[in-house]
């Protein structure tokens, strides 16, 4: 019951607002999609920013979720960019913050939860059983 809207696909602020105006926030996650760091949109307006500048702009649509996805660290068990997890959460406290890209273990869930990040994206680490569902379950 949630549309995500990721950068990658999104044609700029314009189009991210008339979207908000249209669904209530309270049914839409933002997927701050990057590579390597750096903000990936077709909108040179997003791709220009950093993405802390992406989140910074996020304030005035009333969007609350929003996803942090490293796409080049997809499937590399490389770990989160953890850094960018931890000033995210200092400077939008508010934000129900979800990561993605490059989870690699248990512990790293536990780093994750500790730095107050609401949600995790795993995949290729169940895949691989560098986390299993007993891991999740316990």
Same mark, same amino acid.
């Given at each position: 019951?949630?549309?995500?809207?990721?950068?990658?696909?999104?044609?700029?602020?314009?189009?991210?607002?008339?979207?908000?105006?249209?669904?209530?926030?309270?049914?839409?996650?933002?997927?701050? @999609?990057?590579?390597?760091?750096?903000?990936?949109?077709?909108?040179?307006?997003?791709?220009?920013?950093?993405?802390?500048?992406?989140? @910074?702009?996020?304030?005035?649509?009333?969007?609350?979720?929003?996803?942090?996805? @490293?796409?080049?660290?997809?499937?590399?068990?490389?770990?989160?960019?953890?850094?960018?997890?931890?000033?995210?959460?200092?400077?939008?406290?508010?934000?129900?913050?979800?990561?993605?890209?490059?989870?690699?273990?248990?512990?790293?869930?536990?780093?994750?939860?500790?730095?107050?990040?609401?949600?995790?994206?795993?995949?290729?680490?169940?895949?691989?059983?560098?986390?299993?569902?007993? @891991?999740?379950?316990?």
């Amino acid at each position: 019951n949630k549309v995500i809207i990721g950068t990658e696909t999104l044609s700029g602020w314009e189009a991210l607002v008339a979207i908000c105006a249209t669904i209530p926030a309270r049914h839409l996650v933002f997927s701050l @999609d990057m590579r390597s760091g750096r903000v990936l949109s077709h909108s040179p307006q997003l791709s220009a920013l950093d993405p802390l500048g992406v989140l @910074d702009g996020l304030q005035r649509t009333g969007l609350r979720e929003v996803i942090l996805l @490293d796409l080049a660290r997809v499937g590399t068990g490389g770990g989160t960019d953890q850094a960018l997890i931890k000033e995210a959460r200092r400077r939008y406290p508010e934000l129900a913050l979800l990561a993605g890209g490059g989870v690699r273990n248990m512990d790293e869930l536990c780093r994750l939860e500790a730095l107050g990040v609401d949600g995790v994206l795993v995949g290729t680490a169940l895949h691989q059983g560098t986390i299993t569902a007993r @891991d999740l379950r316990a």
